[in-house]
Nanobody
Framework: QVQLVESGGNSVQAGGSLRLSCAAS???????MAWFRQAPGKEREGVVV????????VYGDSVNGRFTISRDNAKKTLYLQMNTLKPEDMAMYYC??????????????????WGTGTQVTVSS
């Protein structure tokens, strides 16, 4: 089981930026590592995923161009840089890990280990 701990959530005004961190027990291997988010009353949504072998990424349409995923192998940490935040970005953000079976997806059913989340609040 992969251990994941998110941090960095906060309250910001629209247009602002935040950087989320996910401290992980693994940060390399044939795994997909992703950020998801869930707003109250809505389904969990895939934000972005990285394939840990080659660093390739897939972004969700709602955040493409505003959010950036990155990692620090030495610190075993995955990051999510969020710029130009909008009120609709407000949600609990989760880090998750899944096995790689030829591709990485943004389907939550493909992920087997999850962190407990960090809250992002965006005021207009």
């Amino acid at each position: 089981q992969v251990q994941l701990v998110e941090s960095g959530g906060n309250s910001v005004q629209a247009g602002g930026s935040l950087r989320l961190s996910c401290a992980a027990s693994i940060i390399y291997g044939s795994y997909c590592m992703a950020w998801f988010r869930q707003a109250p009353g809505k389904e969990r949504e895939g934000v972005v995923v990285m394939y840990l072998i080659d660093g390739s990424t897939v972004y969700g349409d709602s955040v493409n161009g505003r959010f950036t995923i990155s990692r620090d192998n030495a610190k075993k940490t995955l990051y999510l840089q969020m710029n130009t935040l909008k009120p609709e970005d407000m949600a609990m953000y989760y880090c998750a890990v899944g096995n790689w079976f030829g591709t990485c997806t943004l389907r939550q059913s493909d992920y087997h280990d999850w962190g407990t989340g960090t809250q992002v609040t965006v005021s207009s």
